[in-house]
């Protein structure tokens, strides 16, 4: 039996704290809390203010998550793990408090502070340094496992049905294949965007860029619809330079190349050497034609879709 997605990557998150030498990981970023427990929290479009949303306690192996009820949170993670959500700040120190490993910690490792969580934290565990530990989260998430590679082609699949609505809608508004793809991509399985879907045309080109997420994993396509066949060999020339241990594609003699990490949630741009099994999102620019494409690193780069879809 293979293991569990959210098993792997707990286990990558102690292995990180066990390196860095971290008792306790208190984490409130959406994509950390993610990686670390498997707990998917409601959706929703705005922002979330920093709280204490999953403890990871390095001595016991244990995840302790900010969550009123079980919905989203995996077998493995006993409801007894699990503290209400609320605004009475003694009720909620009362909570952490209660979790094993919390206040004897020596080093306790943050990706994010509030002026309030940072007087709790001396409170609840006096003796502890803290640790910025969003490095840390970063390098764990740096390379993806299979079943993540996996999440993210699905999703770069239901971001080229939407890129099919639009090219079937032509010559259709702008705004219209707009709202077309939107709908294609939540008949193929998500409605939750990466970022605002683009559709722009311009002469005889159409400029498309789409994005969905799939459990939390980006997948995403961008086309020039109208292009030759030329122009759009360039960016297959970018995709093969996605090599391990090579450097990210620069831009060159007119063409602009952005590369930035993918995976779950927003991750940091490239400007290092590349890992095998990093995911990236690669962008092409050469005039008026654009494309891009997710792409795992390896010794023959693997775009997560057909370079020709």
Same mark, same amino acid.
Request: proline share 6%; glycine share 10%; hydrophobic share 45%.
């Given at each position: /039996? ?6 792997? @990557? ?43 949303? !999953? ?12 969550? %009123? ?42 990706? &994010? ?38 999440? /993210? @082609?699905?999703? !770069? ?45 311009? &002469? ?55 590369? $930035? ?9 490239? %400007? ?11 962008? %092409?620019?050469?005039?008026?034609? $654009? ?19």
């Amino acid at each position: /039996m293979s293991t569990p997605l959210h098993v792997e @990557r707990r286990d990558r998150v102690l292995s990180a704290m066990a390196d860095a030498d971290l008792d306790v990981l208190v984490l409130g970023e959406q994509a950390n809390v993610v990686y670390a427990s498997g707990h998917h929290r409601l959706w929703t479009a705005g922002t979330r203010p920093h709280a204490p949303t !999953c403890i990871v306690v390095r001595r016991t192996g244990a995840t302790h998550l900010l969550s %009123t009820w079980d919905e989203g949170v995996p077998d493995d993670v006993p409801f007894e793990h699990l503290f209400g959500i609320t605004w009475n700040p003694e009720v909620m120190g009362a909570a952490l408090a209660a979790i094993p490993g919390l206040s004897d910690a020596r080093r306790l490792g943050v990706d &994010g502070m509030t002026a309030g969580f940072l007087r709790a934290v001396g409170r609840l565990a006096p003796g502890a340094e803290l640790v910025v530990a969003d490095n840390l989260m970063a390098d764990a998430r740096r390379t993806k496992f299979a079943a993540e590679v996996d999440l /993210m @082609r699905a999703a !770069c699949g239901i971001a080229a049905a939407g890129l099919e609505a639009v090219a079937a809608a032509l010559p259709a508004t702008d705004a219209a294949a707009t709202a077309l793809a939107v709908d294609a991509m939540a008949r193929a399985g998500s409605s939750r965007p990466v970022d605002e879907p683009s559709v722009r045309t311009t &002469g005889g080109t159409t400029v498309v860029d789409l994005g969905v997420l799939v459990e939390g994993y980006e997948g995403g396509i961008g086309r020039t619809l109208g292009a030759d066949a030329a122009a759009t060999t360039v960016h297959e020339r970018i995709l093969a330079a996605c090599l391990p241990g090579g450097p990210p594609p620069a831009s060159v003699d007119g063409i602009d190349v952005e590369v $930035r990490g993918a995976g779950l949630g927003a991750e940091r741009p490239v %400007t290092d050497t590349l890992e095998a099994d990093m995911v990236l999102s690669v962008t %092409t620019t050469a005039g008026v034609h $654009r494309w891009r494409d997710l792409v795992l690193v390896a010794d023959e780069p693997l775009p997560l879709l057909d370079r020709n879809g």
